[in-house]
């Protein structure tokens, strides 16, 4: 008897394709959810470790004058601001270093266990974070070290769960559904700064314990019920390409010059079944995807667009309660705003971009119109709560909409490249190539931030504001050629019309 080509797991269970890819879509969902609720805690509890005691009194255990005996070294110095932005980035450098040699192992080992494992260990180094607070650990290179060995195991996490969707989900609707789908990340914000603000001001250890449990069971669940490829599961693989022109409208046929671009002729032998036994393809190389078009552009383009989300990501809580005076819950939660507009922001950027097929001209249409609602912002964001409420919403949505289509349907198009001729052994060094690249202004950002905000908040957000601008002129070339593209097909009309 022939052995069954599904994996031995539960989610052999599953009858049909429809559900094997509603599962996909809500396990990598929930697994880059806990991966970023488990990140937000760190810009929850900074102003918690250094505290103005002031409002406490005289410190209870020494005459001292000190206004800051409460606070928890060795973040109770001047240069606390620093050494935040020292625990930031050996976070943020370690995952992009880290993010660059992820891909192209996530290109050679099973997806499943590689994104379990990951999750597993992130939910180790979270947790040994946390427990700095119960074993009364104060040197820094304690907290350092704990950092850089999460920001290094964190990279397991995107070019798996971008590279499983891919798998499953063709070029069609593509953009809508992970805009929809790249919420998890505005989401995990959220519930990562309501569970450390819940235990931020009497035990924040817990603020990094528990983020760390949740993301531990959830590598356990993937581990389990995860399906990687359609074949694995006797299922026909999705539709990456346009299949002939003669089946299309002229609308539908663009110059394939651009990275983004439908083809002309299909870059996959559809007359052959899936099922057809083929030649295992091998893994592309990382100078073979940084040859793809626009893998580039996009890439130097989302280093810019990540700096401002991610500075916002660790800074913005610090920022409200320096700024607007609230205490460190009430900030976390004011913060979370900022997410819930980058919800919205990466629904609409993906909805638009499958409706124009321009994926560039969306993202720099959005980066254009944040750099001066940054300004307004920084400006009047203050001027009461609902002004404030409106703000981050609208910031979260510009700033975060560009970075959530850069890193999901834009990664899947250039994964599945019709320049790959089919090669699907591209999805996770592609993904992880742009992210990486984004992930060094994730770095910079709050470095940056860092080292600015004692000259003043208004210079952070000029900062901001010039990463905005840079990201969009980045897209340049990519924009132009989605307009040619547009005006063939209309001119091409406007003839027949004439003739």
Not at 62 to 86: H, Q
Not at 182 to 207: E, F, M
Not at 323 to 334: C, I, P, Q, S, Y
């Amino acid at each position: 008897v022939e052995e069954s080509p599904v994996p031995q797991t539960l989610s052999s269970l599953l009858p049909s394709s429809p559900s094997y890819r509603g599962l996909t879509l809500v396990l990598t969902f929930l697994s880059y959810t806990s991966y970023h609720l488990s990140r937000k805690p760190i810009s929850i509890v900074k102003s918690q470790l250094h505290l103005n005691c002031s409002a406490l009194g005289p410190n209870p255990h020494n005459d001292s004058n000190s206004t800051t005996w409460c606070s928890w070294a060795p973040f109770d110095g001047d240069n606390y601001k620093e050494l935040f932005g020292a625990l930031d980035n050996a976070f943020l450098v370690a995952y992009a270093i880290g993010m660059f040699i992820s891909g192209i192992f996530g290109e050679r080992l099973p997806l499943r266990y590689y994104l379990s494992g990951g999750m597993a260990l992130s939910g180790l180094f979270t947790a040994l974070f946390g427990l700095g607070y119960f074993w009364d650990i104060h040197v820094l290179w304690y907290f350092i070290v704990v950092q850089v060995c999460n920001g290094l195991v964190q990279t397991t996490g995107w070019p798996a769960v971008v590279a499983c969707v891919g798998n499953w989900f063709g070029k069609g609707k593509r953009g809508l559904i992970m805009g929809i789908w790249n919420s998890h990340t505005s989401v995990g914000n959220i519930l990562g700064s309501l569970i450390a603000g819940a235990w931020v001001s009497s035990a924040w250890g817990l603020s990094f314990v528990v983020p760390g449990i949740i993301i531990a069971v959830m590598g356990i669940i993937c581990f389990f019920f995860l399906v990687e490829y359609p074949e694995d599961v006797d299922c026909n693989p999705p539709l990456h390409h346009v299949m002939t022109t003669s089946e299309k409208d002229p609308e539908a046929v663009i110059s394939n010059e651009g990275p983004l671009s439908l083809s002309g002729q299909s870059s996959v032998d559809h007359s052959k079944s899936p099922k057809e036994p083929a030649e295992e393809p091998e893994a592309i190389s990382f100078f073979g995807a940084l040859r793809i078009p626009g893998v580039v552009e996009f890439s130097l383009c989302l280093l810019f667009a990540k700096l401002v989300s991610y500075t916002f990501l660790y800074w913005l809580p610090l920022y409200i309660v320096n700024v607007a005076h609230f205490g460190a819950k009430e900030a976390g939660d004011l913060s979370t705003l900022f997410d819930v507009g980058g919800i919205l922001g990466g629904i609409f950027a993906g909805l638009i971009s499958d409706y124009t097929g321009g994926r560039a001209t969306t993202c720099c249409v959005m980066l254009v119109v944040a750099a001066p609602m940054l300004f307004l912002y920084n400006h009047v964001g203050q001027n009461g709560i609902g002004v404030s409420v409106a703000m981050l919403i609208i910031c979260g949505a510009l700033v975060n909409g560009p970075y959530a289509l850069i890193t999901t349907a834009v990664s899947a198009d250039l994964g599945t490249h019709e320049s790959l001729k089919g090669n699907a052994k591209a999805l996770s060094t592609v993904t992880a190539i742009i992210d990486g690249t984004g992930s060094v202004g994730a770095a910079l950002g709050p470095l940056l931030a860092g080292l600015i905000s004692p000259t003043g908040w208004n210079n952070v957000f000029y900062m901001l504001i010039a990463a905005d601008v840079l990201a969009c002129l980045l897209l340049a070339r990519v924009v132009v050629k989605e307009a040619r593209g547009w005006c063939g097909p209309m001119a091409r009309q406007r003839g027949y019309v004439a003739a």
